[in-house]
């Protein structure tokens, strides 16, 4: 097993050019580069102030801090690898103090435990593990988004759209990744 450090930067906001150092096992982790988060964060620019921002299947973080650089209220981030999780209170914890909640865990099995309404939620799990469309079933489920959520889903570019009743809002496509902005009802 060979374990390699990655860095991703924080692009915009009050922590922009901020380096987030993580651990990635096996290559296996795959942060939203640059350019798609550039995009994301320009379609969310004016909707982040004091939100409740979630992050699932966390990864690097890279979303979380952005939103959190960007002046979300709070943002609790899910991952399930506990190297990852301890990665993330390492470097989360002391610039966004006690502004970021980092939950060990399967994302899919917090959800139905989980405390909202929230108003910003990223889902960008590993494409082939397909928790796509069940993150948006939970989320609608058990009622975790506050009226007029923004709900962001990226997935591969020839997986299907998830089937929601959220209105599509944005929608672009880079490389093999397509990103998806909704806005929920």
């Given at each position: 097993?060979?374990?390699?450090?990655?860095?991703?930067?924080?692009?915009?906001?009050?922590?922009?050019?901020?380096?987030?150092?993580?651990?990635?096992?096996?290559?296996?982790?795959?942060?939203?580069?640059?350019?798609?988060?550039?995009?994301?964060?320009?379609?969310?620019?004016f909707e982040l102030r004091?939100?409740?921002?979630?992050?699932?299947?966390?990864?690097?973080?890279?979303?979380?801090?952005?939103?959190?650089?960007?002046?979300?209220?709070?943002?609790?981030?899910?991952?399930?690898?506990?190297?990852?999780?301890?990665?993330?209170?390492?470097?989360?914890?002391?610039?966004?103090?006690?502004?970021?909640?980092?939950?060990?865990?399967?994302?899919?099995?917090?959800?139905?435990?989980?405390?909202?309404?929230?108003?910003?939620?990223?889902?960008?799990?590993?494409?082939?593990?397909?928790?796509?469309?069940?993150?948006?079933?939970?989320?609608?489920?058990?009622?975790?988004?506050?009226?007029?959520?923004?709900?962001?889903?990226?997935?591969?570019?020839?997986?299907?759209?998830?089937?929601?009743?959220?209105?599509?809002?944005?929608?672009?496509?880079?490389?093999?990744?397509?990103?998806?902005?909704?806005?929920?009802?």
């Open positions: 097993m060979s374990t390699k450090k990655s860095t991703v930067r924080i692009i915009g906001g009050e922590h922009r050019g901020r380096k987030l150092q993580f651990t990635d096992q096996n290559g296996d982790l795959r942060p939203t580069g640059d350019r798609m988060r550039e995009t994301l964060f320009n379609w969310l620019q004091e939100k409740r921002v979630l992050d699932l299947f966390a990864g690097s973080g890279a979303l979380g801090a952005e939103a959190l650089s960007r002046g979300a209220a709070h943002a609790v981030l899910v991952e399930k690898k506990a190297e990852r999780a301890a990665d993330l209170s390492k470097q989360l914890k002391p610039v966004f103090a006690e502004r970021v909640f980092i939950q060990l865990a399967d994302a899919l099995k917090w959800l139905p435990r989980a405390a909202g309404p929230f108003d910003v939620v990223f889902i960008d799990p590993p494409y082939d593990i397909g928790a796509q469309q069940p993150a948006c079933d939970l989320l609608i489920e058990h009622q975790l988004l506050a009226p007029g959520a923004w709900i962001y889903v990226e997935s591969r570019r020839q997986d299907d759209a998830p089937n929601v009743s959220w209105l599509l809002q944005r929608e672009k496509t880079m490389g093999d990744a397509v990103a998806r902005l909704y806005r929920a009802s």
